[in-house]
């Protein structure tokens, strides 16, 4: 493993206890450049692995409380009149930061939402018809409450295929969570980690992720699975092709991250779930995890 990649783990895993494999696919969705929802109960970790994640990579953090009263221009920023110099002067909204947290995500009203649809994408605000772009890196985590839906608005599937992967922080185990009493008698919190990456690194580590070799035949293993969900019949809406090329490129990532510099089929298979379920609107009210798992036993590799 890279040894940037290594103290940025150990790192993350100073406040984030006995979350390797949510690490990774944070990491993942981070070094593909793009973006992560964790959809997981309230109090598992979600605004401290993002918080943790800014602190070690030396980048600004931000929070976006999502509520049904908060407006686009509160993400984005906005013109405001300056009357010493009589001219507008642009006021930068939240999501001019290297990590952007939108707690709850699905609290904010379809308007609210379609304000991170540009900078997702494009990595870029347009407010009164002038754009600008963020910094790189920039990255998106995202939380919602998969069990409490009362007085919350769905994500559409534009923005549910903004984001790379999604994952689960899940409840810790009993072992786990006594280390969690200990390090907060210890006082150890997230503002005593150091930074242990620069963003210049991190945009070097996106560069040498994107250059992970990826086989023809792993490609085509890639295509066969996504077109196989819009034939499906148990699928009402299958992977678009950003979800195929979002697969690629956390293959690629997934590849650099375990010190290799070429994808296996079991990097693929291993993303699968989480770079594709989000994106699948099931029919008949089915699990889309449990189709996607259902897809990679029947489509062989080539």
Same mark, same amino acid.
């Given at each position: 493993m890279n040894q940037r990649i290594s103290n940025l783990t150990q790192n993350l895993s100073r406040t984030i206890v006995g979350k390797s494999e949510a690490i990774r696919l944070v990491l993942v969705a981070l070094l593909s450049g793009g973006h992560a929802l964790l959809e997981d109960v309230p109090g598992v970790g979600k605004t401290l692995l993002a918080k943790s994640l800014a602190r070690s990579i030396n980048g600004r953090f931000q929070r976006i409380q999502c509520t049904p009263d908060l407006l686009p221009t509160d993400i984005t920023g906005t013109n405001i009149w300056n009357p010493s110099s009589r001219e507008f002067e642009f006021l930068a909204g939240p999501v001019f930061a290297s990590v952007v947290l939108a707690d709850e995500i699905n609290r904010a009203t379809p308007r609210t939402q379609s304000a991170l649809l540009e900078v997702m994408e494009e990595q870029q605000v347009t407010v009164d018809g !002038?754009? /600008?772009?963020?910094? /790189? @890196? #920039? #990255?998106?985590?995202?939380? !919602?409450? @998969?069990?409490?839906? !009362?007085?919350?608005f769905p994500l559409p599937e534009a923005q549910m295929d903004r984001f790379t992967l999604s994952l689960s922080l899940g409840y810790p185990t009993e072992e786990e969570e006594l280390q969690m009493l200990q390090r907060q008698q210890d006082r150890m919190s997230v503002d005593d980690l150091q930074p242990c990456i620069s963003l210049e690194e991190v945009r070097e580590l996106q560069e040498l992720a994107s250059q992970v070799n990826v086989a023809q035949s792993l490609q085509q293993y890639i295509l066969n699975l996504v077109r196989a969900s819009r034939t499906d019949e148990e699928i009402t809406l299958g992977v678009s092709p950003r979800g195929t090329v979002a697969l690629q490129q956390a293959a690629q990532a997934f590849a650099f991250l375990a010190g290799r510099d070429y994808v296996i089929p079991d990097d693929v298979k291993r993303l699968a779930p989480h770079v594709l379920s989000h994106r699948l609107i099931p029919a008949g009210g089915r699990q889309a995890r449990a189709i996607v798992e259902r897809l990679l036993r029947s489509i062989p590799v080539e």
């Open positions: !002038q754009s /600008r772009k963020v910094d /790189r @890196p #920039f #990255f998106v985590i995202a939380t !919602q409450n @998969p069990i409490e839906y !009362q007085g919350t």
